[in-house]
Every structure is written in C-alpha cells, then in structure tokens.
C-alpha cells in the first residue's frame, strides 16, 4: 500500500504532464562481413584402414589449402568425423561391405574475392562438397549500432510531431526500451541466409577450374524502441 503522501504512478500521464507514446524502428540493408562455407570431405575403402587413410590425406589437403589464403580466412574449424561401416544387404552375419569416411569443417572468410577461387578449387578436389556460401554480419558490427540509433532518432521525430500537431513541444523522456525487453528472450533466429550452392567433384582435369564469381548477398539489419515522452500541456 502507499501512503497520501506518495506519489501515485500513472502509465498514461496526467493533464499537467500529457504523455507521448511512440514506435521508431530502422530498416537498413548493408553489405555482407563474412561468409561462410561448409566442407565435407569423403572417403570410402572395403577395409577400415584404407578409408580412414584416404580420409586423412584428403582432410590434409583440404586444410592446407585453406591456409594458404592467410588473413583471408578468419575462422577455419573442424566438426564431425566419421567412419561408418556399410553392412552387405544379402548373405547372414555381420559381413561388411565398405566403410564411408567423412569430416566436416567450417571456414569463414572476409574476403570475397578470395572466396570465389578458394570455393573453385576446394569444388575441384576428389570426394570434396562445398555448400554456400552463407553470409553474415558480425555480432559487433557498425551496422546494428546505425539501425539502433536510427530508430531512436524516428521515434523522437514522430513524438516531435504529434506535439507539434497539439502545437505544443516535448518535456522529457520518460522511457525508452528495445521492443520485447521486457518479454521472455525468443530462441536465437537463424542466420540470414546466402545463395546456396552444393559442388562436389573428382578432380580429373590438370586444368584449374575458373573461379566461381560470387556475388554477396546484402544482409538486412532492423531496429526498433518503444518511446514514451511528456509534454507542455497542450491549449486544446
């Protein structure tokens, strides 16, 4: 309970501090940071041995040549291996027919020029898939920072103008919040999604593929605040 003598708090203002309450949002489109690929390399023998053999060489080659690219590459991980054994469909007991071998790895890269010859040539290497690109902003990018500020600059546009068409002028801001701060946080939204493409190849040329020309894909950034402003009391 409170007392007489407290102030009581009133969400819709009052006739000597008339509240304003206002959405600003930002919707800008920017150019890509990052892309990502995703490699998986591929082996298959009729005994373990050899499978994982030609596994290890091939994810050899594949890291190597990433490497190469230097500063270009900015992330180069490795997820799941592999080797499964392929069980024969006739014949009884447990007779196996081959084993399939196979490691996944991650690469993101800043430079897109690079990009194009580096997707080419992983592209070019024997039991090799390359699915993507996928592009990205980075968490920390300018980017969001211009969307934020953006969206608060519209919302105190748009108080401005409601006060003006009462012909009267903002006091003060009462409170500003990013819409749903207050709410439960949502699970985390998938990436922004790139031109998908899958390439898988034997090598059986000596001459190198021409670089794939990617294009980027421009990356959309949005932003938006509740606003709540008081004001001189309008002269209705």
């Keep these: 309970m409170t007392s007489p003598d407290e102030p009581t708090h009133v969400p819709y203002g009052t006739p000597d501090a008339p509240r304003i309450a206002v959405r600003g949002e ?3 489109e920017v150019d890509p940071e990052i892309a990502r690929i995703s490699i998986t390399v591929a082996a298959r023998g009729r005994d373990r041995r050899t499978a ?11 890291l190597d040549l990433v490497k190469t690219y230097g500063n270009a590459v900015e992330r180069l991980e490795t997820g799941a ?10 014949g009884r007991g447990e ?9 996944h790895i ?15 040539r992983l592209a070019d290497l024997e039991l090799t898939r390359v699915t993507g690109p996928w592009w990205h902003l980075r968490p920390d990018s300018p980017a969001h920072r211009k969307a934020r500020q953006q969206a608060v600059r519209e919302a105190v546009q748009r108080a401005r103008e409601y006060a003006e068409a009462l012909g009267t002028s903002l006091a003060a801001l009462v409170e500003l919040a990013d819409i749903g701060a207050e709410a439960p946080r949502p699970a985390y939204p998938a990436a922004p999604g790139g031109r998908m493409r899958s390439m898988s ?16 894909q421009r990356q959309r950034v949005q932003a938006a605040i509740n606003a709540r402003f008081t004001m001189t009391p309008p002269k209705l």
């Design 26 to 28: 930002a919707h800008l």
């Design 52 to 62: 994982l053999e030609d596994l290890t060489r091939r994810n050899t080659t594949v």
């Design 81 to 90: 291996f592999s080797i499964t054994p392929e069980l024969a469909k006739r």
């Design 95 to 103: 007779h196996i027919r081959t084993y399939h071998g196979s490691v």
């Design 106 to 120: 991650t690469a993101e890269l800043t430079d897109f020029t690079a990009l194009g010859e580096l997707t080419t």
């Design 201 to 216: 190849a034997a090598a059986t040329e000596d001459t190198p593929a021409a670089p794939l020309d990617l294009e980027p």
